[in-house]
């Protein structure tokens, strides 16, 4: 009976770190939105340098939304391993 419980509670810690693996893609995503929402504000006020104040609120509202979820995937990967 011991052995099938040390075998699940292994089970478990190794799932835990296929999670985290997992909240890493998370945060690798908010990175690479983050790099294409800079991108395109960067394509559209050298298309439009008029439009560049507003252009510039849109890409930085843009980027607060994408790092807060990733921030939010770090927060649920501490809350797998807690």
């Known amino acids: 009976m011991e052995t099938v419980q040390t075998v699940a509670a292994a089970d478990i810690a190794s799932l835990k770190f ?13 990175g690479i939105g ?4 800079f991108g395109g ?4 006020i050298a ?4 439009a ?3 252009i510039r609120k849109i890409s ?3 980027v607060v939304f994408a790092e807060f979820m990733g921030l939010l995937s770090f927060v649920l990967g501490i809350m797998i391993m807690g």
């Open 34 to 37: 983050a790099g294409i929402i």
């Open 47 to 50: 298309r439009n340098p008029s």
């Open 18 to 30: 296929i999670g985290m693996g997992l909240v890493a893609l998370g945060m690798a995503g908010a």
């Open 52 to 54: 560049e104040g507003a």
């Open 41 to 44: 504000a960067a394509q559209g």
């Open 60 to 62: 930085i509202l843009g």
